[in-house]
């Protein structure tokens, strides 16, 4: 950038519709203020509920499953969603907020994704729900009303960040590493106040999301580790009733998660639970992953849970967008039929191999509750996806990440992965999270 008068001036004016943009200031933050002010809340008094009647699925009994074993579903979407027009159900067919379907169905946690600020300077969101603090705050607050925990799944980028890429915030570019490290604890620090303030009820929180190796530009072990411990040290001081977890994913490259855990051990982060993402189409298999995070445990005394999960309930696109998942996809091990009952299945063998490991406390769902908008046509759906946010990524990303959100932009790419279908009609395999402390019918035949 040219140096001069006319640059600071386009700089601070840029900033300053920036900051306005994330909130800061603006009418956006001002509806989450002044409710609640006080700690995280009681995070032991989650309890599972009596068995669920009436479900057509067979679900094998997790046998051993602690009572306070934590069962999340991924909502970061849903405000989009229904910024877009997207209306949720109950089994009995009313019309019912998503939150409350949810907790009748046993999940106990919630998971909110935050970036830090996910829109361009003229306040057009990225996408991928515009995962901002706010959203966060009010996602806390609706949930908190039915009893949920938020898993708060701190980013540290302004926008998706994945053992791909793991991009600076455009606010901390150019910042060497003790100035960025002060800014991920007075994020860290300032978005759990207002959740807190909203009356959400913080479970845990997420030092970053699978990083392998990187966070927020950083490459080295050093900087990764500096930038978790301030991030952890702001949890400490805001919700000191609240897990700290570190997420990594690839459970399936052999040594990677001993490797990760010594160095943060030898970093001496402050953290309670180790986090993988599990997708059985890509990650290996169950054996495995049971065995990976069980070596953490042992070795380094931390819980462990699965951060991520989730499986294709049909093969079919429902959004004119393309999954990632699909019949013609290739890379993919498809060890279950892409139908409910292989959803089903999928979730019930994820808890099980989490609630195998040593110390293992939960499974979290990704993104069960984002589903396709609009439906008549592609153009429709784009208007939607554009204004909302409610798609994966917008044209407006190109502005912060040009080589990839910038490139394929467009819709919700794991729509037939969630759990709801696409009218927003909760799918049977949503009750796999209190089925699987019972166990429910009988085998059914083998699927093609």
Not at 25 to 42: A, H, M, P, T, Y
Not at 125 to 149: T, V
Not at 167 to 180: E, F, I, R, T, Y
Not at 293 to 321: G, I, R
């Amino acid at each position: 950038m040219k140096k001069g008068l006319f640059s600071i001036t386009v700089l601070t004016v840029a900033m300053s519709l920036l900051l306005s943009a994330c909130g800061e200031g603006s009418e956006k933050g001002q509806n989450v203020s002044g409710e609640r002010d006080g700690f995280c809340g009681d995070l032991e008094s989650f309890a599972p509920t009596g068995k669920l009647e009436g479900n057509e699925l067979f679900v094998e009994k997790v046998e051993n499953l602690p009572e306070k074993f934590i069962m999340g579903v991924d909502a970061s979407s849903v405000i989009a969603e229904e910024d877009s027009g997207v209306k949720y159900y109950n089994f009995d067919g009313a019309e019912q907020d998503v939150f409350k379907t949810l907790a009748e169905n046993g999940v106990t946690h919630i998971r909110v994704r935050v970036w830090v600020c996910p829109y361009d300077e003229n306040g057009n969101g990225y996408g991928g729900g515009n995962c901002d603090a706010e959203k966060a705050a009010e996602i806390g607050k609706r949930a908190a009303k039915y009893g949920l925990r938020l898993i708060v799944d701190f980013h540290y980028s302004d926008f998706w960040a994945d053992p791909g890429k793991q991009m600076v915030p455009k606010s901390w570019k150019n910042m060497g590493l003790d100035a960025k490290s002060d800014e991920v604890y007075k994020f860290t620090k300032d978005t759990l106040k207002k959740i807190n303030k909203a009356g959400g009820v913080v479970g845990l929180v997420q030092v970053g999301n699978e990083t392998n190796g990187t966070l927020c530009g950083e490459t080295g072990w050093d900087g990764v580790c500096e930038l978790m411990s301030s991030g952890s040290r702001a949890v400490r001081e805001v919700c000191p009733e609240a897990l700290v977890a570190v997420h990594f994913a690839n459970p399936e490259h052999s040594g990677t998660y001993a490797e990760y855990a010594k160095q943060l051990s030898e970093h001496d982060v402050d953290y309670d639970v180790f986090g993988s993402s599990y997708y059985p189409f890509w990650h290996g298999t169950l054996e495995n992953l049971t065995s990976v995070l069980s070596n953490v445990a042992n070795t380094y005394n931390k819980k462990v849970m699965v951060l991520e999960t989730s499986y294709a309930y049909t093969p079919d696109d429902t959004d004119f967008n393309g999954n990632t998942v699909s019949d013609s996809a290739t890379g993919l091990t498809k060890n279950y039929p892409f139908s409910v009952q292989g959803q089903a299945d999928a979730l019930r063998d994820v808890i099980d191999a989490a609630a195998k490991a040593t110390n293992g406390i939960g499974v979290c769902y990704w993104e069960g509750t984002w589903i396709t908008v609009g439906g008549a046509s592609r153009e429709e759906n784009k208007a939607l996806w554009e204004k909302y946010g409610s798609g994966w990524a917008s044209s407006y990303s190109a502005a912060y990440d040009p080589n990839d959100a910038g490139k394929y932009y467009g819709g919700c790419a794991v729509d037939n992965q969630a759990l709801f279908d696409r009218d927003g009609v909760p799918l049977p395999s949503l009750q796999v999270f209190n089925l699987v402390r019972y166990g429910n019918g009988t085998p059914p035949e083998a699927e093609e």
